[in-house]
C-alpha cells in the first residue's frame, strides 16, 4: 500500500488530483490529507471513500495551519504516529511513497506574518520547506521492490517574473512590487528550495517540480473582490491561455501515476546538476526554469535549515525582522 502525504488538496486542483487517482490506480493508497479545516477535510476524506467504497483505501485528514511553524512541526509529528499506526497493522514499517506540495496562496493585499514576511512566503515555500525538513527521515527507503520516492512542488510558470535575485526580500516583506510580484517571488524561492532538495535527497527521492498552468476557477483566488473572482471563473476561463481545472489536475496525476515517458525524464535528472530540478508543464512536457535559478550560489540562502528558519520567523538571525 503506498503513501501519500498531501498538502492544499482539500478544494480544487489537489482535491480533483486525488479523485482522478483513486479512480485510475489499480493499487490502494493510503493517503494523508492536511487541512487547515477539519470540517472540510473530513469532508474531502468521505467523498473520497465513495469514490470506491470497496478499495480499502486508507484515508486520514490532519489538522495543519501553513502560516504558523509551529502547526507545521505538530503535522509532521501526527504524521509519524499515524504511519507507525499504519505499520503496525500491515507487514512492513510506515513511509512516504509521494510527498505532494501542492498548497499556494496569492494576497491582493499584503498583511505581514510571523518575522514580518508575506503570507505567500509562508505558505509557498517557507512552511512547506520546513515540513519537508521534518517528514524528510519518513520517506521510504529505496529498495529492490520500492522505486525511490517522490517529491512533488507544485509551482508555477509565474516564477519566471523574477529578474533580480537581490530584491526578493524587499518584494517579499511588502516592500516592493505588487501582490502578483509577491507571488511569482514565492513560486521563486519555493523552486530555490527544490534545486538545494534535490541535492540534498540524491540517491534517496526524486524531486519533481511542476505548472499546473494558469486555472481561473481554483481557489487561488478566493481573497481578490467577487468581481474579479466572477470575471476569472466565468469569463477569462475561456481564454486559450488558460488551463483547465481537469488538465491542471490530470498534470499532477500524471507524477502520481508515471507513464513511462515521465520516468524516463524523473530518471535522467537523478544525476543532472546541482540545483537543476525537473521542471514539467501542464501536458508533461520539459519546460525551462528560469535561469536566476541556476545561478551560482542562488539557493541556499533561501533554502536554510529548520533551526535558521525558526530564527527567521521568531525576528532574529540575518532574515529577522528588519525596519
Known amino acids: ?98 510527498l505532494l506540495l501542492n498548497a499556494g496562496v496569492y494576497k491582493p493585499t499584503f498583511t505581514p506574518l510571523a518575522g514580518g514576511w508575506s503570507e505567500e512566503a509562508m505558505v509557498n515555500h517557507f512552511a512547506q520547506h520546513y515540513l519537508l525538513h521534518h517528514l524528510q527521515s519518513l520517506l521510504r527507503p529505496p529498495s529492490a521492490s520500492h522505486t525511490l520516492p517522490l517529491v512533488i512542488f507544485t509551482t508555477s510558470s509565474l516564477h519566471t517574473r523574477v529578474r533580480s535575485v537581490e530584491k526578493l526580500e524587499a518584494i517579499l516583506r511588502g516592500k516592493e512590487g505588487s501582490a502578483m510580484d509577491r507571488y511569482a517571488a514565492s513560486k521563486f524561492i519555493q523552486l530555490l528550495g527544490a534545486g538545494q532538495w534535490k541535492d540534498e535527497l540524491r540517491g534517496r527521492a526524486d524531486v519533481v517540480a511542476v505548472s499546473p498552468g494558469f486555472i481561473p476557477t481554483t481557489s487561488l483566488s478566493r481573497d ?44 535522467r535528472y537523478r ?47 540575518e532574515r529577522g525582522v528588519r525596519e
Open 1 to 98: 500500500m503506498p503513501t501519500l502525504v498531501c498538502t492544499g488538496c482539500t478544494s480544487g486542483l489537489g482535491s480533483l488530483a486525488l479523485q482522478l487517482l483513486l479512480q485510475q490506480s489499480p493499487l490502494t493508497w493510503h493517503i494523508i490529507i492536511a487541512s487547515r479545516s477539519p470540517t472540510r477535510g473530513q469532508q474531502i476524506v468521505d467523498q473520497l471513500t465513495a469514490l470506491a467504497p470497496t478499495r480499502n483505501h486508507r484515508l486520514t485528514c490532519l489538522p495543519l495551519d501553513l502560516t504558523l511553524l509551529g502547526s507545521v512541526k505538530q503535522f509532521a509529528t501526527r504524521v509519524q504516529e499515524e504511519l507507525a499506526g499504519a505499520s503496525s497493522e500491515e507487514e512492513g514499517e510506515g513511509k512516504i511513497d509521494v
Open 224 to 267: 481578490s473582490p467577487l468581481l474579479q473572482r466572477l470575471f476569472m471563473h466565468y469569463i477569462l476561463s475561456w481564454a486559450p491561455f488558460c488551463t483547465s481545472l481537469h488538465d491542471g489536475a490530470s498534470s499532477l496525476l500524471r507524477l502520481l501515476l508515471p507513464p513511462p515517458g515521465i520516468t524516463d525524464l524523473i530518471e
Open 271 to 317: 544525476e543532472s546538476d546541482k540545483g537543476e530540478v525537473l521542471y514539467l508543464g501542464v501536458k508533461g512536457e520539459e519546460r525551462e526554469l528560469n535561469p536566476l535559478l541556476l545561478a551560482e550560489g542562488g539557493g541556499g540562502e533561501w533554502a536554510v535549515g529548520r533551526e535558521r528558519l525558526e530564527e527567521w520567523m521568531n525576528g532574529e538571525g
